[in-house]
């Protein structure tokens, strides 16, 4: 691996490279987009919030009342094609975007064509992905019309969180669905470390935990649909954060698909601090379209994948203004 990270020269822009910075494309202010942050992480919160202060000052009945109020949020339906819920995820990437600020780096732009479908393998995971606000189909950067972003199961049966998150191109990351949407022509934004990603977050160094991780290799090669490696560098610093390190507490988050921890932001909020962002979009891997593709076919194109994510973390580090950190692939 030392080797391999000699090797890697830095990046050198080429006619392709395009750049995206949030706040030259959003004009923005500190107000529009703490409204932004609050609207999309805080409401994980509200829910915890409503919930506590109704057990601990309501009477019990009332309480009930309030838990039944939540779980017909959990099964109201959602109009896709809602124009305020478009509005709103419109209105909260756009001053995400501006707020850290975010900044999208695509290394080849004419790489990517819009009537073709991608995997993009986004890493690290960290606290919470919130870099992928800068690929979303609402802040309109990448030249790809139909994104998705795959995403853990229970945030479909939180109340509000599930309008919010549909809303802003989120879908549940099951197989079934993954394939679904890359038929019908959607690029699929995938984060493969996961829950076990963040349970293995470290304050010194960043984690992709992706050795173990070939599911989505697979169905791109089932698919036929190129990988792509995309690394955001100073995502982990939105969010300072404690968590026990236990096998009990890894099991519990697998069970339920995020993990217990304590985090926090700006004064002890949910709102994220404004950390400079920078998400890298790297070259796509083309593979061969192969509906029953072999062990050793996945793990070949697994290993590409692999070692471009490595590459592309080390070509731009220094140039974004992370040179001494380290990325340790699990």
Not at 75 to 89: E, M, T
Request: net charge positive; proline share 8%; hydrophobic share 45%.
């Amino acid at each position: 691996m030392a080797e391999d990270k000699a090797e890697t020269q830095a990046f050198t822009p080429g006619p392709g490279y395009r750049q995206f910075k949030g706040r030259d494309e959003f004009p923005s202010n500190i107000l529009h987009g703490t409204l932004a942050c609050a609207i999309w992480i805080g409401s994980m919160h509200f829910n915890v919030s409503v919930l506590l202060f109704s057990f601990l000052f309501l009477p019990f009945s009332k309480f009930l009342l309030v838990v039944g109020v939540l779980l017909i949020f959990v099964v109201l339906p959602i109009d896709h094609n809602s124009k305020f819920g478009l509005r709103l995820a419109r209105y909260i990437c756009q001053h995400m975007s501006s707020y850290f600020p975010a900044t999208l780096h695509v290394e080849d732009i004419n790489d990517f064509h819009p009537d073709r479908a991608y995997v993009l393998g986004y890493a690290p995971h960290s606290v919470l992905p919130i870099g992928v606000v800068t690929l979303a189909e609402r802040t309109g950067f990448m030249p790809l019309p139909k994104l998705k972003c795959l995403t853990s199961s229970p945030v479909f049966y939180t109340p509000f969180l599930r309008h919010i998150w549909t809303w802003l191109g989120a879908s549940p990351a099951t197989r079934k669905n993954f394939c679904s949407l890359l038929e019908a022509g959607y690029t699929c934004i995938v984060v493969p470390g996961g829950v076990q990603e963040t349970f293995l977050m470290r304050h010194d160094s960043e984690v992709a935990f992706i050795k173990s991780r070939r599911g989505f290799v697979r169905i791109a090669i089932e698919k036929g649909c190129p990988l792509v490696p995309v690394f955001a560098f100073g995502q982990s610093h939105a969010f300072k954060w404690w968590k026990p390190r236990s096998k009990f507490l890894l099991q519990l988050s697998r069970a339920i698909k995020f993990v217990p921890m304590l985090f926090w932001g700006a004064f002890g909020t949910p709102i994220p601090y404004q950390h400079p962002m920078n998400v890298v979009v790297g070259k796509p891997i083309y593979v061969k379209r192969n509906p029953q593709p072999t062990t050793e076919e996945v793990l070949e194109v697994h290993g590409q994948f692999v070692k471009a994510l490595q590459d592309l973390f080390e070509r731009h580090k220094g140039r974004v203004g992370y040179a001494d950190q380290s990325l340790k692939i699990l």
